[in-house]
């Protein structure tokens, strides 16, 4: 079966990059989590728990961090993107219910074809091609069997929406429609009524000033904060700590020697007599004794090989080649293809062999020999692995010691810093939620949120170990704490009256605008607007949208139209919309791309309607409020 791990090689190759933490150190860690069966969604009766939203979620942050390295980390600890990474797992449950209760299965057929066009696991596979489970499972976490599950399972989800998006159809009409409504365009002039040309004439005393303040005493508290001290341990910094000698580098070169290097590589070609496992004895029979009669023709005249794969193979991507598979590596064919191949000398041909696929003749045409480098041009690639084992295996066992230590005398972090080396940092004004800008250990939310327990607050010991990063573990105590406390009069009056002056100076623009929008639509002399501007939902000119979509919806039958837009503390916009402006034709190739995006559109929206459909059969719940669709802002 493993013969054939070829489609999944992408989610093979993040893997390879993350150096897993022993589970032992994981269950150190999670043992101290107070809300191990906190409920935060449920999918046909069963429960999404907060530790598996945790963590699915650091899972998916390890994968961010992989592809963007400069990512803002307080950005990926957001409550909308934590939010995302539950809706995915709910998403992920709903179907693989459906996939369930549909009886869809893939069967060993499919995953060896689908695995037989794969070349993700080539780093897994010793010189002779034989499958390295120990490698497999030390890199992945997983067993070769759980990977296998796991594939077969994702199939199986692919396979409910299969049915949707492959027959979705979208009609000329409707995609000439949707493709007219973006690129529509309409020239336009405005008229603008903005809050600063009446900001002038408003008043506001400070009894208004007072009264909005005692209205609204919530909008000006100080936050709660805290003055902190942390320890961090850190896999980066334990590299650094790490010496590795000549010898122990030489050794890993000679045991991995396979690994840096090319793979032997054969071109062969081959003639295929179709026959699949389903077919009956005699059809077997039928398409073996054709196989053998090639095979008798090309021995008999070996340079006629290629003619007769054009004639007669039925492989269709090689027949047209004269057979030709071009250069390949053990692990790429079918085994008993492959043993075939790899037992040939340059220019024999093969006696006919038996796979899956039917009767094979097989010509090897080429060899090209392994190729291994000088242990001095690797050298440094060895150095960094071996530095990176080590330090592996010593922050395991360091992190044991971590998670005991800040534990066991939680009133302070000095036993552990001085037991593990470790440098007690500082930070003050250190809020419940991280900071704009923040980074690190203080940009991780599940730390800040251990940080503001009550616990923590009230008697001031260490939080428990938590993982703040990829091979970090953190642990704080808050050294003093300041609570949210309301803001005096006096240090938000002059932020009170500005908000007053430009509320009512929006009112007042409106009531200006509405205004002239009226006596100019019945009477348009004295109506003063703007150069004239084309817009489109594409082009928008740098105008509100509310100002597009308005300009759009007026009465193309009777222009020039006025229509008045609420752009609120922005003011008030009348617009006059002169005339129509035909779009220019799409080149043919943009036609089509145009097409195939709204094809695409209109098979995302019937998925989505489908999956709703889904959720509502399959009572797929989330338990947590949906946060505001609101990311932070690094700088601001």
């Known amino acids: 079966m493993f013969d054939f791990f070829r489609k999944y090689n992408k989610i093979v190759l993040i893997f390879l990059f993350l150096l897993i933490i022993p589970s032992f150190v994981l269950f150190g860690v999670e043992r101290y989590q107070g809300s191990g069966d906190e409920k935060v969604a449920r999918v046909d009766g069963n429960n999404i728990t907060r530790p598996e939203w945790d963590a699915q979620h650091r899972i998916e942050i390890d994968r961010i961090r992989q592809q963007s390295p400069n990512v803002d980390p307080a950005l990926l600890e957001s409550d909308v993107i934590r939010y995302g990474t539950l809706e995915r797992m709910v998403r992920d449950r709903v179907l693989a219910a459906a996939a369930a209760k549909s009886n869809v299965t893939v069967s060993e057929e499919r995953l060896s074809r689908i695995f037989a066009q794969d070349s993700g696991l080539a780093a897994f596979r010793t010189p002779d091609g034989k499958f390295d489970r120990e490698t497999f499972q030390r890199v992945t976490g997983r067993t070769p069997e759980q990977y296998e599950a796991s594939m077969r399972a994702d199939l199986a989800t692919q396979q409910v929406l299969l049915g949707i998006s492959g027959t979705a159809f979208t009609p000329p009409a409707l995609a000439a429609a949707t493709i007219n409504a973006f690129y529509d365009r309409r020239e336009i002039q405005i008229a603008r009524f903005t809050p600063e040309s009446f900001a002038p004439k408003v008043t506001v005393s400070d009894a208004d000033v007072e009264a909005y303040y005692k209205a609204h005493t919530a909008q000006f508290q100080s936050p709660e904060q805290a003055s902190i001290e942390y320890l961090l341990l850190d896999l980066e910094a334990a590299k650094k700590n790490i010496s590795v000698n000549e010898a122990d580098l030489k050794t890993y070169y000679e045991q991995n020697t396979a690994r840096f290097g090319t793979k032997e590589e054969r071109r062969a070609s081959h003639i295929l007599i179709t026959a699949p496992a389903s077919a009956s004895a005699a059809d077997r029979a039928k398409a073996k004794a054709k196989a053998e009669q090639l095979l008798a023709e090309v021995k008999k005249a070996p340079a006629t090989f290629a003619d007769v794969a054009r004639k007669n193979s039925q492989d269709p991507g090689s027949a047209e080649k004269g057979g030709d598979l071009d250069f390949v590596t053990r692990g790429a064919m079918v085994k008993p293809f492959e043993d075939a191949m790899f037992a040939l000398k340059k220019g024999d041909i093969s006696d006919?062999?038996?796979?899956?696929?039917?009767?094979?003749?097989?010509?090897?045409a080429d060899i090209k020999p392994a190729v291994v480098p000088p242990f001095e041009q690797v050298r440094a690639t060895i150095e960094n692995e071996v530095r990176a084992q080590q330090a592996t295996q010593e922050f395991a066992k360091a992190a044991e010691s971590f998670t005991d230590a800040v534990?066991?005398?939680?009133?302070?972090?000095?036993?552990?810093?001085?037991?593990?080396?470790?440098?007690?940092?500082?930070?003050?004004?250190?809020?419940?939620?991280?900071?704009?800008?923040?980074?690190?250990?203080?940009?991780?939310?599940?730390?800040?949120?251990?940080?503001?327990?009550?616990?923590?607050?009230?008697?001031?010991?260490?939080?428990?170990?938590?993982?703040?990063?990829?091979?970090?573990?953190?642990?704080?105590?808050?050294?003093?704490?300041?609570?949210?406390?309301?803001?005096?009069?006096?240090?938000?009056?002059?932020?009170?009256?500005?908000?007053?002056?430009?509320?009512?100076?929006?009112?007042?623009?409106?009531?200006?605008?509405?205004?002239?929008?009226?006596?100019?639509?019945?009477?348009?002399?004295?109506?003063?607007?703007?150069?004239?501007?084309?817009?489109?939902?594409?082009?928008?000119?740098?105008?509100?949208?509310?100002?597009?979509?308005?300009?759009?919806?007026?009465?193309?039958?009777?222009?020039?139209?006025?229509?008045?837009?609420?752009?609120?503390?922005?003011?008030?916009?009348?617009?006059?919309?002169?005339?129509?402006?035909?779009?220019?034709?799409?080149?043919?190739?943009?036609?089509?791309?145009?097409?195939?995006?709204?094809?695409?559109?209109?098979?995302?929206?019937?998925?989505?309607?489908?999956?709703n459909l889904l959720k509502e059969r399959f009572k797929a719940e989330i338990l947590v409020p949906k946060p505001a669709d609101t990311l932070p802002v690094a700088g601001r």
């Open 352 to 364: 006919v062999i038996e796979t899956e696929f039917g009767y094979h003749i097989i010509r090897l």
């Open 407 to 611: 534990y066991q005398q939680p009133d302070s972090l000095k036993p552990a810093a001085e037991k593990l080396k470790l440098t007690i940092q500082t930070a003050s004004n250190v809020a419940r939620t991280p900071a704009p800008g923040a980074t690190g250990v203080l940009a991780n939310r599940n730390f800040l949120n251990a940080l503001f327990a009550a616990d923590s607050l009230e008697r001031k010991q260490n939080t428990e170990a938590i993982e703040v990063g990829s091979n970090q573990l953190a642990s704080g105590r808050v050294t003093q704490y300041t609570p949210a406390r309301p803001l005096p009069l006096a240090e938000v009056k002059d932020k009170i009256r500005a908000q007053l002056v430009t509320e009512r100076a929006a009112v007042m623009a409106k009531a200006e605008g509405e205004a002239k929008l009226a006596a100019w639509t019945a009477k348009a002399d004295g109506a003063t607007f703007g150069a004239p501007i084309t817009v489109s939902r594409r082009e928008s000119q740098n105008q509100p949208i509310s100002i597009i979509d308005a300009a759009l919806r007026a009465d193309a039958a009777k222009l020039p139209a006025l229509v008045g837009v609420d752009l609120g503390t922005q003011g008030y916009a009348v617009v006059r919309v002169t005339k129509i402006v035909p779009r220019t034709p799409s080149a043919p190739e943009q036609a089509q791309q145009e097409n195939a995006q709204v094809g695409q559109s209109v098979t995302a929206a019937e998925e989505l309607a489908y999956y």
